[in-house]
């Protein structure tokens, strides 16, 4: 059974899978083989079946005692260190998810938002998980600095050692060296994974577990999606086929953008975490697609006169969920003031699933748009695992079709440059 279908019946463009073929084949071998450029960061690809057993053991057994010890957990992180974990959160708990409430810090300086989230913790039972593979990330590292303050004051040193819990590297780097100092437990994130490939690891699965949905299920989507992206026939590999048309639409039709698309406001951070993991693996020697999201039909009443007519330098590619957590049906209105009384009896999800259609005609048919569709039959724990695996899979497979290494940021180390000889920080 194909989880994860990707159409591309709705392309404006014509694209020729079978001429890319070969050259996948031979990707898929570096991929497999761990051979490609980058190959000492290839560890994710058999994360989902090749996991400590033991950590994930000692991960549920940790998020348990949150859960029952704990009213709020701070995550504290920035990227791939907590884009993940939001991702699957929101996404599979939406508005109404049970205690402990998750809180993410760590990933801006706004001293606003800072001050606000260190506001709302005081006098509340708190406890941290921090994540950096070095401990000394700029931005997580303040935040991590502030909030271990604000604990010791609020239970004391050595309570805070119980409620601090730190992902980080096995072997080495300053979150490592403090966490063995104060005795805090650790999980780890693997040497040879990084940080935006990272989420069937303790970086996303503590949290994930502490938010009440088991990480195994997320690690069994991923492998059953390591299991489909196997075969690198663009026949039957859902996630090379998705990867070959965005690269046959840049390369051999000039288009320079992709829009990721949900109708589901809970799948926003989806798209956040979509962003880093193609933004930071395709963007690179003056190549790739620059990745954007939107979320319909609410960005429709913003962003849809500008898809809708503006400049066709971009394509989307719509997540379409098979199913719903729940649904609510339109009731009947004596004065009808509204007008939607030919509603009445509808569940809501054909209503959304009508403005999905509609706005694909009118974004394909009118608009001359391209358009990549991917069904996705259930989006539970499961399907959030073979999502997040599906897309990893084809940033890598897309970004060596591009000549890229897709595992190093070289560029992101420029503005840290910059930033700390503007702090006047030593040796800068």
Known sequence: MKHIVTDLGHLVHQVDLGKYQEKVNQINLWIKEKTGKGNDFLGWVDQPIAYDKDELKAIKEA????????????????????????AAIEALGGLTRKSPEIIFMGQTLDPEYVGDVLDYLKGRKFAINVISKSGTTTETAVSFRLLKELLEKNI???MARKSIFATTDKEKGALLTLAKKE????????????????????????????????????LEGSAAAREDTNDPDLSKNEAYK?????????????INGEMLISYSPSLVQVGEWWKQLFGESEGKSDKALVPMSATFTTDLHSL????????????????????????????????????????????????????????????????GRD??????????????GYLFYFFERACAMSAYLLGINPFDQPGVEIYKKNMFHLLGKPGY
Not at 319 to 346: A, C, Q, T, W
């Open 183 to 218: 005795g805090y437990t650790t999980f780890i994130l693997p040497s040879d994974i990084g940080g935006r490939y990272s989420v069937q690891t303790a970086v996303g699965l503590f949290p994930i577990a502490v938010a009440g949905f088991d990480p195994e299920e997320i």
């Open 63 to 86: 998020a348990d005692y949150v859960r029952n010890n704990y009213d709020v957990l701070v995550v504290c992180g920035i990227g791939g260190s907590y884009l993940g974990a939001r």
């Open 242 to 254: 998705y990867a070959v048309a965005r690269y046959a639409l840049y390369e051999e039709y000039g």
């Open 156 to 158: 004391g040193v050595e």
């Open 304 to 367: 849809g006169q500008f898809i809708q007519q503006g400049t066709k330098s971009f394509f989307e590619t719509i997540i379409r969920k098979g199913s719903y957590r729940k649904d609510v049906e339109m009731p009947h209105d004596e004065e009808n003031l509204d007008g939607l009384n030919f509603l009445e009896g509808k569940p809501l999800s054909y209503i959304n699933e009508k403005a999905y259609e509609g706005t694909l005609l009118a974004h394909t048919k009118d608009a």
């Open 371 to 384: 358009n990549i569709v991917l069904s996705i039959d259930k989006l539970d724990a499961f399907g959030m």
